[in-house]
């Protein structure tokens, strides 16, 4: 058993704000118009405006959360639909991607796991090559200072 501790890396959370934003909107607007027309309906119309106005507050919620959170236990990549978490010591290399086809092509970091499985944080994508290489750099530091200090990665 490991009795080391773990490396201090200190918590911070990447995200692209016009992504929160888009989805807090979205989400709003889904729930008003839920909202605001399930007075009026009747029987199942009911049910559906009500189903309605959860999913956009669902929405609203999962899109305040969108980002990457990095500590000192991992990643935890939150994406709309879940959150999924990378232990430190399960990163093989993190490196750029590209996803996307001429003007919609984006940038976005990308882990591979020792496994070779390939997770491409799609929570902080962008089109700025300057927020793509700040986001990079961030990831590729918290990863470097786990190396360092991590008695399981060392060996």
Known sequence: MDTALPA???????????????????????????????????????????????????????????????????????????TRRVDWCSVQAIGPSEQGAGPARSMLPEITTNSGTQLPLQAIATRSVTDAQAHLDALTAAHATHRAACQTCAA
């Open 8 to 82: 201090p890396i200190p918590a911070r959370t990447l995200y692209q704000p016009w992504q929160r934003v888009a989805f807090l909107v979205l989400g709003g607007w889904i729930t008003l118009i839920g909202v605001l027309t399930w007075p009026n309906r009747e029987g199942m119309d009911r049910v559906l405006y009500t189903f309605a106005a959860l999913y956009g507050l669902w929405w609203m919620i999962r899109g305040a959360m969108l980002g990457v959170r990095i500590d000192t236990r991992g990643i935890a990549h939150r994406s709309l639909g879940l």
